[in-house]
């Protein structure tokens, strides 16, 4: 009784590793999120070529809402599918976009499952995530030497992490590019220079991408760069050059 929970890679299907692609080819039944009733799964639809046509798929809701013990029944009720199918003794991988470890909705499935299904054997495949895929795309390095990265998410309070921001050498935001004019702002707050490196990017990897590189002082009091939860930003101070 073992579940593989695979990461597929920020969206192109090539952009998926061997393992995976033999995860998802030999698996019987194939969970991926979703985050609506009748939204088709991203992650289901990177691996679609490699899924066998007897493979069944089956996609379990994760609302994008921020009520924790509303997500809890979520968390609950899609690791209970989960458990029972892996019980059942069929070949269960259950899927997630880029890296399972990086804001994943695995990571609440694997919680639930650690506290309650403790007989089910778990292995996990790492995927390429969004933000390397984009840092190749784009030509940048995202960390050089002594040089310190960060890694936030956009949608909550920036206020918190200013601190933390003013003193990374190059900071990536993720979650949610309608938010990335604040982020801007913030940025020349916490001391980014004007002449900081802003590479900005939208559905990387798929298409439709839409990839942008300028300095600080341009994007100040614009209307955002993006508009899509499928976004990158990444601010680097050039100031150690
Ligand atoms: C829930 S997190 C999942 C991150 C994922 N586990 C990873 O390793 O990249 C979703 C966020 O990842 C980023 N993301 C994932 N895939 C992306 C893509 N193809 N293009 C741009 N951003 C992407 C966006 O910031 C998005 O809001």
Redesign the pocket.
């Known amino acids: 009784m073992k579940l593989y929970c695979v990461?597929c890679g920020?969206?192109d299907p090539e952009l998926l590793t061997v393992k995976a692609v033999n995860l998802i080819k030999s698996a019987d039944i194939i969970f991926a999120p979703t985050a609506k009733e009748g939204k088709p799964s991203i992650a289901l639809s990177v691996a679609q070529r490699y899924i066998d046509k007897s493979t069944r798929t089956i996609s379990l809701i994760f609302p994008m809402i921020k009520d924790r013990e509303l997500l809890k029944e979520y968390w609950k009720r899609n690791a209970e599918e989960i458990a029972r199918t892996v019980r059942s003794e069929k070949m269960v991988v259950y899927l997630?976009?880029?890296?399972?470890t990086?804001?994943?909705?695995w990571a609440y499935i694997h919680n639930e499952l650690k506290k309650n299904y403790s007989d089910i054997k778990i292995e996990v495949i790492p995927?390429i995530?969004?933000?390397f895929?984009?840092a190749a795309q784009a030509k940048i390095s995202l960390a050089e030497g002594d040089e310190t990265l960060t890694i936030i998410p956009a949608c909550y309070d920036l206020n918190r992490i200013k601190q933390t921001v003013s003193l990374s050498d190059t900071a990536i935001f993720?979650?949610?590019?309608r938010y990335f004019d604040v982020v801007i702002e913030m940025l020349a707050d916490a001391g980014f220079a004007d002449d900081s490196t802003i590479a900005v990017?939208?559905?990387?990897?798929?298409d439709g991408e839409i990839m942008k590189l300028s300095k600080l002082k341009d994007l100040r009091g614009m209307k955002g760069p993006v508009e899509k939860?499928?976004?990158?930003l990444v601010a680097k101070k050039n100031d150690r050059r």
């Open positions: 990461g920020p969206g997630t976009v880029g890296d399972p990086l804001y994943s909705t995927g995530t969004s933000m895929a984009f993720l979650k949610d590019g990017a939208q559905d990387v990897s798929v939860y499928f976004s990158i």
